[in-house]
Nanobody
């Protein structure tokens, strides 16, 4: 059974940093392109980043502006999102996600709140 569990969210002040984690199980983690997405209050889910897989490079949404870094540890089935210089506009529930056999799977998410 595919499981994705995010952690690392919290309340931070503008300009601070956070690193989110996503532990995966139930599938061959090393073989799939893993991604991060987020949902801000009152808005739709927005893609944030996808980690390199095969010939596809790591990519980020425009709002990352060099502040976000995605990395992956296949030995412990964990995906990370390092976020720096956070702003209130980064406030959202952050999800890790993967598409397996055409079906999008997403974890329950972790809340990130940026406020002074």
């Amino acid at each position: 059974q595919v499981q994705l569990v995010e952690s690392g969210g919290g309340l931070v002040q503008p300009g601070e940093s956070l690193t989110l984690s996503c532990v995966a199980s139930g599938f061959d983690f090393a073989s799939y392109r893993m991604s991060w997405a987020r949902q801000a209050p009152g808005k739709e889910v927005e893609w944030v980043s996808s980690f390199a897989q095969g010939y596809a490079p790591t990519t980020y949404f425009d709002g990352a502006k060099g502040r976000f870094t995605t990395f992956k540890d296949n030995l412990i089935n964990t995906l990370y999102l390092r976020m720096e210089d956070l702003t209130p506009e980064d406030t959202a529930v952050y999800y890790c996600q993967v598409t397996i056999q055409g079906q999008l799977r997403r974890g329950p998410g972790t809340q990130v709140t940026v406020a002074s």
